[in-house]
């Protein structure tokens, strides 16, 4: 007898065990909604009538890097270029642009007592150097003037691509010229007595020639500024003159530059 109720026990307790339901939901995965992302578009300049420096205008002071102190200059030597420009923006980076044009270039440097003869006769380039000798002239102002015809290449960045006059604005580039002219211009000639100046007379002095000037010239460039002003510097990679006919002059000039249309 009490085996069986023993085994009674048994087979109810199998049964409830096996009865029992798990009310513990299984672990599911959260469901995420995928995040969508809208696709940003490019701004869209209108270029087509953007002023962005087609012409320039330069005035500068102008040095010569490796003048030897025996050539004295003095006063306000100076650059006055004008330049037509083509600018060309990229199209996919708006605010670089590539620009070239053709213009003139000219350098005027100014010497006290000394007179580069430009039309002399010997191998290399003299200057009348200055001297206290009583009975040697001079002319009291002369000026050396060298023009070119020149054509500039400019890496242009503008932080506004459509409004160009109102925005900053950088350029490095570099220009290729040729010499059209060079000569001088001298002016009062004097003498000394006893240490003082005395002018003998008016006289003007003009001449003209390209001897002993290298003919073509390279120049690195570079602008930066806001709208229609940029401060500019130069620096010419080439001698001013020829190779054995004097100093080593590389002319350099810094200065304000003016853009317009």
């Known amino acids: 007898m009490k085996k069986i109720l023993m085994l009674s026990a048994f087979c109810l307790t199998a049964y409830g065990i096996n009865a029992q339901v798990d009310t513990i939901p299984p672990n599911t ?3 995420r909604v995928p995040e969508t992302t809208v696709p940003k578009t490019k701004k869209k ?4 009538k ?3 420096d087609h012409f320039l205008l330069q005035l500068g002071y102008t040095q010569w890097m490796g003048k030897p102190d025996s050539i004295d200059t003095k006063g306000f030597s100076r650059s006055i270029n004008g330049y037509f420009m083509f600018d060309f923006p990229f199209k996919t980076t708006p605010q670089l642009s ?6 003139l270039g000219s350098d005027h440097i100014v010497f006290d007592r000394d007179y580069p003869d430009v039309k002399g006769q010997t191998n290399t380039l003299r200057f009348n150097y200055r001297t206290t000798s009583p009975d040697t002239t001079f002319f009291k102002k002369t000026k050396l003037a060298t023009t070119y015809l020149e054509a500039p290449v400019e890496l242009r ?3 506004k691509p459509d409004q160009s006059d109102k925005s900053f604005k950088l350029a490095l580039g570099v220009k290729v010229g040729t010499m059209l002219k060079g000569g001088t211009r001298a002016r009062k000639l004097m003498y000394l007595t006893q240490g003082k100046e005395n002018q003998r007379n008016d006289y003007l002095l003009k001449e003209a020639s ?3 000037f290298n003919t073509t010239r390279i120049v690195g460039t570079g602008r930066i500024g806001f709208g ?3 401060l500019f510097g130069n ?9 054995g006919v004097g100093p080593e002059l590389r002319p350099f000039t810094v200065g304000l530059s003016i853009g317009g249309l």
């Open 29 to 31: 995965p959260e469901l």
């Open 45 to 48: 300049y209108d270029l087509s």
């Open 50 to 52: 953007r002023p962005n």
């Open 98 to 103: 590539a620009a070239i044009g053709l213009g």
């Open 157 to 159: 960045y503008v932080a």
């Open 210 to 212: 390209k001897k002993y």
């Open 228 to 230: 229609h002003f940029t």
């Open 235 to 243: 620096y010419q990679f080439t001698n001013l003159l020829k190779d």
